[in-house]
C-alpha cells in the first residue's frame, strides 16, 4: 500500500541537545521527501525537503537525511531551541494515476529548559 | 498576494447535513490538495487536484466531493455529514513539474475547524 510511517510519535529532548526522527514509505518510486512544522493552533509550513537523487541536505541546524535502498529518511535537529518546539510531520510523493504528497503521522517535540 | 485562503474557519453542523468548504488560491498553482487533520493521526489526503477539470481521490474520500473548474478554486462538499467527519481541514496548494508532479513546497491554508454535532 502506499503510506509513511513516522516514529517517535512524541519526543522530549533538553534545550541545547539534539533530536531526531525518522520516517519509512512504501512506494519504491518516491522521488520528493519534504519536513514540514506545524506550531500550535497553525498551519503545517516546509522547513526542508530532499530528492531522491541527494542523500543529505543541510539548512543551519536542520538537516535531512536519504536511505532510497533502506526506504527511510531523517531529520535532524542540533542545538535544539525552545522554539523548535512543535509537530513535525515528513511526508513522500506518491506516484498513482497522478502524483500526491502524503503525509506521516506527526511527531510532537518539546524542548525541556 | 493572500496565498491559500479558507472559508469558512469554524464551523459546527448537524448529523446529515451538508455543506461546502471553500479553498482559493492566487498563486497560478496547478496543484490542489484537501487534508484532514485527527489528534494522532496526522494530515490524511481526502482529495487531490493537478489542474482544472482533473480531481483524484485519496487516502480518505468516502463522505466527500470535490471539483476544480478553475486553477484558482477547489471546494470540498460534505454530502451527509457524520460526527465522524469532526476534523480540522486544510487546503494546500503547489506548482507541478513536468509529468504532472507535485514536488515543490506545499502552501497551506488557515484551515477550518468543523464539528459535527
Known amino acids: 500500500g502506499e503510506n509513511v510511517e513516522q516514529h517517535p510519535s512524541t519526543l522530549s529532548v533538553q534545550e541545547g541537545d539534539s533530536a531526531v526522527i525518522k520516517c519509512t514509505y512504501s512506494?519504491?518510486?518516491?522521488?520528493?521527501f519534504p519536513w514540514y512544522k506545524q506550531e500550535l493552533g497553525k498551519r503545517p509550513q516546509l522547513i526542508i525537503d530532499?530528492?531522491?537523487?541527494?542523500g543529505e541536505k543541510k539548512d543551519q541546524r536542520i538537516a535531512v537525511t536519504l536511505n532510497k535502498t533502506a526506504k527511510h529518511f531523517s531529520l535532524h535537529i542540533t542545538e535544539t531551541q525552545p522554539e523548535d518546539s512543535a509537530v513535525y510531520f515528513c511526508?513522500?510523493?506518491?506516484?498513482?494515476?497522478?502524483?500526491?504528497?502524503?503525509f506521516g503521522s506527526g511527531t510532537r517535540l518539546s524542548i525541556r529548559p | 498576494n493572500a496565498g491559500v485562503t479558507q472559508t469558512p474557519k469554524f464551523q459546527v453542523l448537524k448529523t446529515g447535513q451538508s455543506m461546502t468548504l471553500q479553498c482559493a488560491q492566487d498563486m497560478n498553482h496547478e496543484y490542489m490538495s484537501w487534508y484532514r487533520q485527527d489528534p494522532g493521526m496526522g494530515l490524511r489526503l481526502i482529495h487531490y487536484?493537478?489542474?482544472?477539470?482533473?480531481?483524484d481521490q485519496g487516502e480518505v474520500p468516502n463522505g466527500y466531493n470535490v471539483s476544480r473548474s478553475t486553477t484558482e478554486d477547489f471546494p470540498l462538499r460534505l454530502l451527509s455529514a457524520a460526527p465522524s467527519q469532526t476534523s480540522v481541514y486544510f487546503c494546500a496548494s503547489a506548482l507541478i513539474l513536468a509529468g504532472q508532479t507535485p514536488e515543490n513546497e506545499q502552501f497551506f491554508g488557515p484551515g477550518t475547524r468543523l464539528t459535527v454535532l
Open positions: 512506494d519504491s518510486a518516491s522521488n520528493y
Open positions: 511526508a513522500a510523493s506518491i506516484h498513482a494515476s497522478a502524483s500526491k504528497i502524503i
Open positions: 530532499i530528492r531522491s537523487n541527494v
Open positions: 487536484s493537478v489542474g482544472a477539470g482533473i480531481t
